[in-house]
Structures are given as C-alpha cells and as structure tokens.
C-alpha cells in the first residue's frame, strides 16, 4: 500500500529531533540551550565543547537529513504518487531539528540539516552551498548570511534544475521561509554592526543572542 511510504515523513520528523549538540551537552551536565549563544547548534557546540563536539554535531545534523532523502531519491524506486517524498523528508528532518518535541520545540537553526537535504537531492546544489558558505566567511564571517542565502537558493534550484514542481517550490519555500525567520535578529545585528562574527567571542553577550546553526 503506497500510503505505507508516507511514514517517512514522521520518521523524518522523529530522526530531526535528535539534536546533536543538546545531547552531547547533557552528557557533559548542561543544557546547550543556558551556555554560550543559546543556540543548539554546530558553533555553540564549538563555543561551548570544543572542536570534536562542533564536527560531530555537524555531521550528524548533515547526515540525518542526507540519508533518508538520498535513499528516497537516488536508490528505492518509489511509486509515482510518491514522487514528492524526498522533499517532504526532507523537511521533515529540518522541521523535526528546529522544532524536537523534546526540547520543547527549541532546536536549530536548520543549516547543517539544509545541506544534508541539498546534498541528498542534488550535490550539484550541495557544492554550491559550501561555495557559498565558504565565500561568505572569507569575505564577512557571518555564517547568518550563508544560511539565508542558500536557504533562499533551495527552492529555487529544486523547482528550476530539479523538478520543475510548484507543490516542491511551495514546501521548501516555507521551510527556507521558517528558516530565516529564524535569522531575523542576526540580520538586525549584521546591520547595527553587533552581530559575532564567526571565531569572535562575545564580550558579556546576554544568552539570547543567537548564533548559527
């Protein structure tokens, strides 16, 4: 029964909801959330445990987003009415990292799970994104910017190199929506020029400050 399929999707909430950072956090005795930027993320992990911690959380955020989508897109043969089934994991994943029910819906910011999902569907996108990433940093060292800019991309290259799918335009366009209302006080800080730049420390920063996922 093809509506058998669509149990992904939960599935990919569930596997979104296990946020990294938070849990190698409370194995050392602190909530990630209370330290540092406050954000359970990839940089406050580094800010808050180091380097190791930082990798590892960046790569299990990436990694659980790009293996659902790539199975679902590159190796099962799914039914046509299941077409959209990798986007809609996807971001799930993303949904599932910024939102786990667990943390009382205060997760990430989404960008290690975006690349997972760019990566799982096209690594054409996915190498696009680090480019971007990479520029961005050298040039400014606001991850923020990154983050917007390739969520903006997302939808975009989905519906125009991909699939040429409104209903796929429509969804990534929310998720990269969610996401950068994510961002709305970076981008107040990148202009009063307040924000963290990447390596910075914040001099008596208060604990809402966000910083990156």
Excluded at 26 to 43: P, V
Excluded at 102 to 126: E, I, P, V, Y
Aim: glycine content about 10%; charged content about 15%.
């Amino acid at each position: 029964m093809n509506w058998l399929y669509y149990l992904w999707i939960p599935a990919g909430y569930l596997l979104g909801c296990i946020n990294t950072s938070a849990i190698i956090a409370r194995c050392k005795g602190f909530d990630i959330r209370q330290k540092g930027s406050g954000n359970a993320g990839a940089s406050n992990a580094l800010v808050t445990m180091g380097k190791g911690a930082a990798v590892c959380t960046a790569l299990v955020d990436i990694l659980k987003a790009f293996v659902p989508v790539f199975l679902l897109a590159h190796v099962l043969h799914l039914p046509a009415d299941c077409a959209h089934l990798p986007v809609l994991t996807g971001a799930a994943v993303i949904l599932g990292h910024m939102f786990p029910f667990w943390m009382q819906f205060r997760g990430g910011k989404g960008f290690a799970s975006l690349l997972g999902l760019t990566l799982g569907l096209d690594w054409r996108l996915f190498l696009v994104c680090i480019g971007i990433l990479a520029l961005l940093l050298f040039t400014t060292r606001y991850i923020a910017l990154a983050t917007i800019s390739c969520a903006v991309l997302l939808p975009l290259w989905v519906y125009f190199v991909c699939s040429k799918s409104v209903f796929e335009l429509i969804v990534l366009g929310i998720v990269s929506a969610i996401i950068i209302s994510k961002h709305i006080q970076n981008i107040k800080r990148i202009a009063n020029g307040t924000e963290i730049r990447l390596g910075e420390k914040a001099k008596g920063a208060p604990a809402e400050q966000k910083s990156e996922e």
